[in-house]
């Protein structure tokens, strides 16, 4: 199997409320001047297994039920410049989301829809939980309820 058959960018296989915050969080990165692509969204149960095998990944990772992507740098791809990986973390993080870099093992292009203390809920929940469980907590993370950088100068020229 090539490795075009393991990945898929394909934004419609996510969670739908997860789908919305990835939406909106790219479109934070492309209002800060920044390029940014998604490499991997959902992930099949083989392609999490041969990135165990090889270390970097793990097996029955988020990405493997539509609730993570990795986010790169179209054009530097796992290079980025630390801003655009720093916007990337700060974005995430104001919609709700978890960046994979405050992981223990940093891995700064991930981002997933709920906690990592959930990781294992996920793993033996049904779809229909996961979901109910996606939207209570992003709903309770609303975007509209944290202000962005670009707010707080807003209200500052004010």
Known sequence: MSHADFIRNDLSELDPTFRERVTELLRRLVDDQHDPIVFEARRSEARAE???RRG???A???HCYGLAVDIID???RWNA???FWAALRRHAEEL???SGASFHRVDRPHVQALPASHDEWVRHASPEEIAAK???HLDHSS???RPTVRDSVRAKAR
């Open 50 to 52: 041969e990135l165990r």
């Open 56 to 58: 970097t990944g793990i």
């Open 60 to 62: 029955k990772s988020m």
């Open 74 to 76: 179209r054009f530097h």
């Open 81 to 83: 410049k630390p801003a």
């Open 96 to 98: 709700g989301l978890t």
């Open 134 to 136: 996606v939207r209570l």
């Open 143 to 145: 975007p509209s309820d």
